[in-house]
Structure formats: C-alpha cells, structure tokens
C-alpha cells in the first residue's frame, strides 16, 4: 500500500506491506536504524518515537497506521551535527552505556518533558516507567532528564 | 611508584566519546547491517520439551513464495563438522561431552529447539516459513528437575550419556572439615534454593553472515563479547581455519556474560550463508531471547555450618546441585568457582564442598554477571540466620569473622590470598552512612503503625581479576594490545576488549592520552574486528586491570620509542625531550615544540635507513601485575506491605573499593545497574518452567524486570585503600552489584518480617511468595 508521511521534517513515501510494523519501515524502507526494536510486544519501548506530537511504540503500529501523519525519531532530535538540549544533557550526565534502549528513553523523555517542562524526580521515574533499561539502574537517565529540565528553565528564564 | 605521567584524564569523569553516536541513532548495532543480497533467517522450533523427531517435512514452507531455502538438522549436519563450544573450548571444561547436532535431529531437548531454519527475503516471509514446517514428535518424559534427572530412572537426555549427569559429583576438602565439625559448639543446617533467571540484554544476540565463495572467506557481524572466541566458534563448526573467519562486531546492546562465542543459530545461520553463498542475517526476537538464549543460576545448596557460641563462623560443609539446562555451557564449570569463592573475605579453618550437575529440558545455563554469584548469597544469608540464632548483630557477626588485613595477607581455606580486602572498612562505613541506632529506632516505630521496614547488609569481594597467584609462575593471563601513533597524531588502541556498555572506548583512551601526552579526543580505541585486533575477551570483570593495564604501558613504551625517533629527528637528548598536549618538546624550552603528528609524518616518509627505528607502532602485553580483589559492602532498606506483599528499596548503599577509579561515573554506572539486576531477581525475575516443560515467561509481561520506578537512588561511596601494584591499581566493578545485592534485599526482607518470625532461605520473592512466607511463619494470619 502506497503512504505519504513526514519523517524529521522531510516527505517520504513508500509501499509496505500492510503487516509491516512502523518500526520496520522506519528500520528497513528509509534506513532510519537508529529507532531499535526490543521486545516487539510493547513493553521495552525501545521503538519509542514520536508521532503527530505523542510518544508512541513503533512496534505496535503498522506503517501504514501511520501515513500523513509527522513522525520524529532519534534522528530528527540533533540539527546540523548539534545535539539537542536532551541529547547534551543525557551526555553530560552519562545516562547510558550500552546504547540500545537509548532511542526510546530519549524520544519518551522528549514528548514528556515538552508537555511537563516543571516535572519532578517521582513524576519522570514514572513517565519513564515504561520504558526498560537493562543496564543503568536508571539514576543516570533520570539525572539527565532533571539536567535538560533545569537547563531549559534557565534558558527560557523561569525558576 | 610509577605514577601515569599526568592524571589529568585518569580519574575523571570524563563524558564519554560513545555517546554522540549513541544518543542521535548513529550507533551501528548487528541488526543495523545490511549487506547487497542478504536474506533473513528464522527457526522453526520445538514446541515440546523432549521428544523424539519422528518427520520434519519443508516441502510446504519451500514452496512459499519468498523462501529461497530451509534446511533440517540433517541438512545443516551434512554441510557442517561436531565442534566444542567454543568458551567450553577455551577454559578447557572437562567431563561428560554430550553428542548433539546444531539443529535437531533426532530429538529435542527443550521448548524453542530449533528444528529447521528457514530463509527468505524478509523476516516476515521467513517466519512464515516457519509456521509451514511440518514436525512429527513423540513425547517423551520431559526432565524439569535436577532432582528427577539425578534418579537414575530419568529418561536420558543425551543418548551417548546414558544418564543426565552434565558434571559427576565430587567431594573436596580444604582445612580439617571433620575436625572442625567435631569441636564446634554449634551445627546449623539450611537448604538454600536460588532460582532461575537470565541476562537479557535489551539486544537479543543475532549476526550476518555473508561468506565470499570465490575467495573462500566468511565474515560475520556478530554481536559478542570476543570477536576472536565468535570466530573460533565458527571456523570450528564449518570446518575451516580460523584465518578463514572475520568476525565483526560494531555496538553492542548488553550481554551480561550471554554473548560469548557463537550459539548453535549463530553458526548455522553461518553454515548457511556458505550453502548459498549469500549474506545471511539473524536476529532473535525477544520470545526466542527469553526462551532459549540462555539462562542462568538455578542451584540449590545443603549447608551445614560450625560455629563456636559467641559467633565464629568455624567451617562450612555445603553440598551444591546445580540445573545446567539442556545443552553443554557454563553450568558445568560454575560450581568449581563457587567452592573456590565461598570463603569470601572470611578467616574459615575448613570448608567441605560437593557438587554435582544435572542436565534438564531446560534453557542452557549461561554466564550470567557474576556467574559464581550464589557462593555470596549463601553465605551471607546463612550470616545474617546465625547472627539471628545467637543475638547478633549483622554488621558485628560479619565484622567478627572477616580476615585481618595482614601482611603477608590471611589466604582463602581455598587457597587465594586476601591481598589488599577492605571487607572490614567498607562494613564500618556502610554501618555510619546507614545510622544503624537511628534506623533501628524508626523500625521501632514504624512498627507500632503497621510498617514493617527492614535494613540488610552483604558483604562480597570479586576476582577482578584477583590477587596475584603465590609464586614465581603465578599470573593473571595476558593481555595484549596494539599502539601506534597515526600521521595525524592520534594514538591509535587496538585492543580484544569487546565493551558492550563498559565504555572502554573511553576509559582506555584516558588513560593512553595521559600516559603518552595527547589530548584525549587524540586517542582512537579500535575495537571488533578479528582480523586487526589482538585476542581478547571482555568478561570476568577483569578489563580495568587487563586492558587499563597494558594501555598504561603500552603507551608508556610507544612514548618512549616516538621520543627516541624524535630525539633523531630534533637533534636532541630523548632524555630531554617531554610530550605534553601533543607536542613534543625540549624540556624547558616551549619554542622547540612540534605536534606528534609532524614526527609521525616524518617517521612516514620513508627516508630513514635501518639503524633509525621510524616505525611508531608497539606491541605490549600486561600479566596484570599484582592483580588485585574487588569488593565491598552493601546495605538495604526496604519498606514491605506484609498486606500486599509488595516490597519496596527505600534506600539502598554501596561502599565499594575497586582501587584507582578511571572513571568515577562509568564506575558507578556499572555498580547501581549490578544492583538493580539483583533488585530484579529477588523482587521480580524468574526463568519459570510448568511441570510439563513448556516456558512460562517468553514474553516481558510474564518475565518481569524492575523499571525507574522500583530501582531506588542508589548512593555509592569509594574505598581507595591498600595499592598492591606499582602503578596499575585499577580493578573491575562489572559483577559486584549482581553478586551482592540479592542478599542485601533478602536480609533486609528478613530483617522486616522479624516480628513475623520468618526465616528466608530462598532468592526469589515476589509479592505472593511474602505472603506465604509471612502466613507459613504465624499461621495465626
């Protein structure tokens, strides 16, 4: 089936097979291989990226689900070769190790923070509660998440 | 001391140059390759837990439009030679050698045995394949305990064993056991059972494999722990040499001990590729991660304890079984570690072990972080129930038993040396940090409202690598690495380490640019690729040292040999001649300096004859030094609902000493996420088998692992005491947390039911296993 969809901001199309997860398409058909898939069921949120301005699992949408709609992955977060806010945070505060569950903490953690710029430590544990790092023991992600939060205070002048 | 030339890496937290590719998609993981032609790979497997293959009928699945292939066991057995594991193969595992096929022949051995494999354009088409293959079994008795398999009655697994003994028992003794025994005022017994659970990394394990027919060649992506042990593997099984085998191996999502050589998948989806002459690619997904990848620590432990009245833990006798699954892995090999651990930092004057292995239709055991882990778990559980039994204190019992430092240091009953243990500290510390009086106060009065808060302490010391063996002979192994300095300038690591989290990119670049003088963007740590990398293995949290180490002198030597060549080229004394910054200069006089880059281009150009050494590249190797323990304490707090049986970690402490920190935050990473894989595996994760075989948790709704909302802030403190080596004092942290946190949470779990009188001598305790507990101790509830 022919779709028509935007990607980081630019037009694409393609013809997936209607089974076809967003994830695959996004994986497969436009090369994106920075969206990573975990469990395929749902639970890991790996897959997470952000769709019309909602965080949601690209295992559990078809390709096809998703055409004309915007959809903003790992890719999309750094402009020109320059980290976004949360993507500088996340380094400085040394949230990851092995990589693989980053794409979707840092797209969860982008949706989040964008509709709660005030959170707290207790309300970020829970916005992230669905996603699964296996080797962090999340203090490290949750810092960084704290750090962007705080940084994006400053620079939009609130307390 | 030799100290590194200058700290100014070495010791920071330094933000890690993984992470830019890390945090924007860039990352190149094994499913992330895509090769001209490749085709996608899919295992039809057993649904039973043991049965005889009567048919495998493909016709069906061949037929389907989009498979280009799909071979039975008997296929790949004909286009493939029997070979070792290929891990087993190097630690030179010894006893029973069950005889197998890569892929069922005559039977199956557990559910998720892969039967055929299937080939076809996509993924999906190959999955369809797998529905359409036809597979005729006959039942046989599924073996789902050590127990069973030990009666000799069970049905044999393996018909080449006759029985299902993966490791005959044995019985060693150390000190005078019955001696011992006999003078002890005390004897306590307990049966302690730790249950099954597993690594799962986020990554499941997967390769490509594409083998070049004209030229005879294969290479592999892989996602490993070694591409040198991945390529042994596979050249073993297809009957090549290993010069033939490139393994490649880019980012790696987690391990935790399970991607060490090549899975029985691994090396037919190679025999495959070389069948068709085309790239193949598997990756497992999580249903096939969960249920046959691999799993780890089901054992179960009798153990008999002598103790004098006031509290000296005298001896051990134990009797360790140990469920190694289906097919030969590290099962077979874990109990003699166990025995060689058990000791830990305690002065025993006699320690009796046995064990035995049983083979079961069950996932293969794999390493799992920490693999010998349960030695601790026993032990400071067994700590916690005797301190119980005679009015003590966890901390005092635990501070009366441990090993003096001395010098000579105290050795193990079972042999090693406690050089440099700082058991006895971090015990001291851990107990100010957590306020004990305070805490015991407000236990006190949360109780009178119906809150039942419990703190637990376990101590643990981790061979990482450990101590130096006694002797002139004695050795930690070698580690090897490759350096040069680029014409750009940049120093260039080549090392087997294989990070897959551990950030090695990082810290061994740290410190090599503060040993040789560049900055540290200058350095460039080249990993995963078997055909330009030394041998190498990252495990046993042995790289801080083995890897830190020969960084530390390899740059020293590449150091010394550039400034030799730059003496030549600058007309000076290498003696006076310093590199800092990255440029090379005449000691005190700024104006001679020249970027390192200039001398390697000068060393390029090819000008000088054979009495001038331009070749700016060495080879070193490290034997570890002194080696040295790892080790620390850990402390709980931990509220439960005796309503719900909901436990939660309100605080958790660890006071640690892994000697010189390289990077204090990678360190601490690697310690809170050790810790809250132990918070998952007591509060949360069982590898569960139903009475008939079939696997009860393939997915992550049925096995459970803790998220940001069950792992508490986990405070670190560093221990920096005792330095054995002259200047690498650098030990491993990757196994600690594991190792020492599920009987932190037990005793601290214990410790709150206290009013309860319940006794805890198992691991996994999940909300409805704390109300059985609760209600078995006061039946009255």
């Known amino acids: 089936m022919d779709i028509t969809l935007k990607v980081n901001g630019t037009a694409c199309t393609g013809s997936p097979e209607a089974r076809k997860t967003l994830a695959d398409f996004l994986r497969d058909d436009l090369n994106l291989t920075g969206t990573h898939v975990g469990c395929e069921h749902g639970v890991c949120g790996a897959c997470t990226v952000i769709l019309d301005g909602r965080a949601v699992r690209s295992c559990l949408m078809l390709a096809v689900q998703a055409a004309g709609s915007e959809v903003t992955t790992i890719e999309g977060l ?82 | 001391m030799t100290a590194i030339a200058a700290e100014r890496y070495t010791g920071a937290s330094i933000k890690r140059s993984e992470d830019p590719r890390i945090l924007t998609g860039a990352g190149r993981y094994v499913d992330d390759i895509k090769l001209p032609g490749m085709l996608h790979a899919a295992f039809a497997r057993s649904p039973l837990a043991h049965a005889r293959v009567l048919s495998v009928d493909v016709s069906a699945a061949r037929a389907l439009p989009g498979v280009v292939a799909v071979l039975t066991g008997a296929d790949l057995d004909a286009m493939t030679v029997p070979a070792p594991d290929p891990l087993l193969a190097l630690l030179g595992g010894a006893g029973p050698t069950p005889e197998f096929t890569l892929l069922a022949t005559d039977k199956v051995r557990l559910v998720g045995d892969p039967v055929a494999i299937v080939v076809a354009e996509s993924r999906y088409l190959a999955e369809d394949g797998c529905d359409l293959v036809e597979v005729e079994y006959d039942d046989l008795p599924p073996v789902m305990s050590a127990a069973f398999a030990l009666d000799p009655n069970s049905p044999p697994l393996f018909a080449n064993l006759g029985n299902n003994i993966a490791r005959p028992h044995s019985r060693h003794e150390f000190g005078d056991v019955s001696g011992t025994f006999a003078s002890a005022d005390r004897i306590m017994d307990f049966h302690i059972d730790v249950h099954r659970h597993q690594n799962v990394p986020m990554e499941g394990r997967g390769c490509v494999a594409s083998y070049d027919v004209d030229l005879g060649l294969m290479t592999v992506y892989a996602a490993t722990q070694s591409v040198h042990i ?476 803790p998220t940001a909302c069950d792992v508490p802030r986990i405070e670190i403190e560093h221990l920096q005491t005792v330095p054995l080596d002259d200047d690498v004092n650098f030990r491993g942290v990757g196994e600690g947390g594991m190792i020492v946190a599920p009987p932190t949470v037990v005793n601290a779990i214990e410790d709150a039911l206290t009013p309860f009188g319940v006794r805890i001598y198992e691991q996994h305790l999940p909300p409805g296993r704390i109300l059985e507990l609760i209600a078995a101790a006061d039946p009255g509830r």
């Open chain 2, 230 to 705: 991945t390529r042994n593997g596979i050249a073993a099984r297809l009957g090549i040499d290993a010069d033939k085998v490139r393994v490649l191996a880019g980012d790696i999502g987690g391990s935790f001990g399970l991607k060490i050589g090549a899975s029985r998948e691994e090396q037919a989806v190679a025999a495959v590729s070389r069948h068709l002459g085309r790239p193949v690619k598997w990756v497992e997904d999580r249903g096939e991660n969960l249920t046959v990848s691999g799993q780890a620590r089901e054992e179960s432990f009798d153990v008999r304890a002598a103790i004098s009245g006031d509290g000296d833990l005298l001896g051990l006798d134990v009797k360790m079984v140990i469920d190694t699954g289906a097919y030969p892995g590290m099962g077979t090999m874990v109990p003699s570690i166990v025995e060689a651990m058990l000791p830990g930092p305690y002065q025993l004057a006699a320690l009796g072990f046995e064990s035995t292995g049983a083979i079961t239709n069950k996932a293969t055991y794999v390493a799992y972080r920490g693999p010998w882990a349960s030695e601790t778990f026993i032990r400071e559980r067994i700590l916690d129930v005797i301190a119980k039994e005679l009015g003590l204190d966890p901390v005092e019992i635990r501070l009366r038993n441990v090993a003096q430092r001395t010098d000579p240091p105290a050795s193990m009953i079972t042999g090693r040396p406690l050089a440099g243990v700082t058991t006895k500290e971090s015990l001291e510390r851990v107990a100010q940090l957590a306020d004990y009086p305070a805490f015991r106060r407000r236990q006190a009065e949360a109780r009178e409202q119906g809150r039942y808060l419990g703190i637990g302490v376990a101590t643990f010391i981790e061979a990482a690598p450990g101590p130096r063996p006694p002797g002139p002979d004695g050795t930690l192994g070698m580690e090897s690495m490759r350096l040069r300095l680029e014409e750009d300038g940049s120093v260039a690591l080549f090392t087997g380490q294989m990070p897959h989290g551990q950030s090695h990119q990082t810290t061994l670049a740290q410190i090599a640019a503060d040993e040789f003088g560049v900055p540290f963007e200058q350095v460039r740590v080249v990993v995963g690729d078997s055909d330009v990398v030394p041998f190498g293995l990252t495990g046993g949290s042995r790289s801080a040292t083995m890897a830190g180490g020969v960084a530390l002198h390899g740059a020293r030597q590449l150091k010394a040999k550039v400034l030799d060549f730059a003496a030549y080229v600058m007309e000076a004394s290498a003696r006076d001649l310093v590199i800092t910054d990255g440029d090379v200069w005449v000691r005190g006089d700024p104006a001679t300096a020249i970027p390192v880059s200039e001398i390697a281009q000068r060393a390029a150009s090819g000008q000088f004859g054979a009495d001038v050494d331009a070749d700016l590249e060495v080879e070193a190797t490290f034997d570890g030094g002194q080696g040295g323990w790892s080790g620390g304490t850990h402390c709980a707090i931990v509220d439960v609902d005796v309503e719900t049986g909901i436990v939660k970690v309100v605080r958790y402490i660890a006071v640690e000493d892994c000697g010189a920190l390289i990077n204090p935050a990678v360190v601490e990473g690697q310690i809170r996420g050790g810790v809250a894989q132990g918070i998952g595996a007591v509060l949360l994760e069982r590898s569960a088998y139903a009475e008939d075989g079939n696997f009860q948790s393939a997915t992550f709704m049925d096995y459970l692992m």
């Open chain 1, 78 to 159: 750094a402009v020109d070769g320059e980290l976004g806010p949360l993507q500088q945070a996340m380094w400085d505060a040394h949230s990851f190790q092995c990589g693989f569950c980053t794409p979707g903490f840092v797209m969860q953690a982008t949706a989040f923070l964008g509709d709660h710029p005030d959170a707290d430590e207790q309300q970020i544990r829970e916005a992230l509660s669905g996603n699964i790092c296996r080797c962090t023991g999340y203090q490290s992600i949750i810092e960084g998440v704290l750090l962007a939060a705080e940084r994006n205070r400053a620079r939009s002048g609130r307390p």
